[in-house]
Nanobody
Framework: VQLVESGGDLVQPGGSLRLSCVAAGFTFNNYAMSWHRQAPGKEREFVAIIGTRGTTTYADSVKGRFTISRDNAKNTVYLQMNNLNSEDTAKYYC?????????WGQGTQVTVSS
């Protein structure tokens, strides 16, 4: 099982980024995919999830600014992040979940700073 995130970068407040997570080694279509983030000195927190049928849920802190999507043909989940602010600075992790099984990627760093 492998999850590889990319797309993290340094961006100015108000800017946008799109994160990608490419999956391999499991049946991607069967898994709900989610994004989580962890800022320095803080616990990892939920950001967004997309189910196998495309149903989405967001943390209140990102609702209206972030959009999660998936491309089952490419085994990829995306996180479009708009109107970024300093509180979005964190390492972003992709997670695959199916029943009681979870798999995590290594993360990609997003830094929002002027």
């Amino acid at each position: 099982v492998q999850l590889v995130e990319s797309g993290g970068d340094l961006v100015q407040p108000g800017g946008s980024l799109r994160l990608s997570c490419v999956a391999a080694g499991f049946t991607f279509n069967n898994y709900a995919m989610s994004w989580h983030r962890q800022a320095p000195g803080k616990e990892r927190e939920f950001v967004a999830i997309i189910g196998t049928r495309g149903t989405t849920t967001y943390a209140d802190s990102v609702k209206g600014r972030f959009t999660i999507s998936r491309d089952n043909a490419k085994n990829t989940v995306y996180l479009q992040m708009n109107n970024l602010n300093s509180e979005d600075t964190a390492k972003y992790y992709c997670r695959a979940q199916y029943l009681g099984s979870y798999h995590w990627g290594q993360g990609t760093q997003v830094t929002v700073s002027s």
